[in-house]
């Protein structure tokens, strides 16, 4: 059974830093894994979606790489700022078509 | 192109009742899927439909049914409410399946049960 894991659960760091939040997955055979932010009492926004065959995709300031074989999945920010503050989920995409949810990080980024 | 429309965005009602939630997807897409979100559960899959049909269904009671019109709007159906069905209830469209096609959130229908 496909278990996602995002530690840690929060995160904080100061404006204009790069950081990097972590899925892990437990089953490798993943179809794709999609990240999103979700600002409070908000829905959830779509980040970005890698395919089981890509390693990496970017968008502005955000790069999200895959490594199905470790069973990992990195979210990049570069140059953090406070509107990035958020959290952070990331969902697996089974063989069914199933997405499979991590509990999230929330992001804080201070001023 | 709209997003995806939840309406209403809240709801209070008392236990025992029912409550009926409604999801306008972006046009063209075909899967709607709903969710339960709460702080202490987090995100929690309830169900999927897909060109009417119901393609999945997460591990809730009977209490919580859906539904897809031939315009691919949904509605999700509560009966006999309880206090434990607080919560954000979101739904997402996707041009294909949920799981091989980006999701699309709406802002969610916030119910308070009381």
């Known amino acids: 059974k496909q278990e996602v894991t995002q530690i840690p659960a929060a995160l904080s760091v100061p404006e204009g830093e790069n950081l990097v939040l972590n899925c892990s997955f437990t089953?490798?055979?993943?179809?794709?894994l999609q990240w999103f932010r979700q600002d409070p009492g908000k829905g959830l926004t779509s980040l970005l979606l890698?395919?089981?065959s890509q390693r990496e995709q970017t968008s502005g300031r955000l790069n999200a790489s895959l490594d199905k074989s470790s069973g990992r999945s990195t979210l990049y920010i570069a140059a953090s700022q406070p509107g990035d503050s958020a959290t952070y989920l990331c969902?697996?995409?089974?063989?069914?078509?199933?997405?499979?949810w991590g509990a999230g990080t929330k992001l804080i980024i201070k001023p | 192109k709209a997003g995806v429309t939840q309406t209403p965005r809240y709801l209070i009602k008392t236990r025992g009742q029912q409550v009926t939630l409604s999801c306008s997807p972006i046009?063209?897409?075909?899967?709607v899927s709903w969710y339960q979100q709460t702080p202490g559960q987090g995100l929690q899959f309830l169900f999927e439909?897909?060109?009417?049909?119901?393609?999945n269904k997460g591990n809730f009671p009977g209490r919580f049914s859906g539904r897809q019109f031939s315009n691919s709007r949904s509605e999700m159906n509560v009966s006999t409410l309880e206090l434990g069905d607080s919560a954000l209830y979101l739904c997402?469209?996707?041009?294909?399946?949920?799981?091989?096609?980006?999701?699309?959130f709406g802002n969610g229908t916030r119910l308070t049960v009381t």
């Open positions: 997402a469209s996707s041009l294909n399946v949920q799981g091989n096609s980006p999701l699309h």
């Open positions: 046009s063209g897409h075909r899967s």
């Open positions: 439909y897909f060109s009417e049909t119901q393609r």
């Open positions: 089953d490798s055979a993943i179809y794709n």
């Open positions: 890698i395919q089981s």
């Open positions: 969902a697996v995409g089974d063989s069914n078509y199933q997405l499979i």
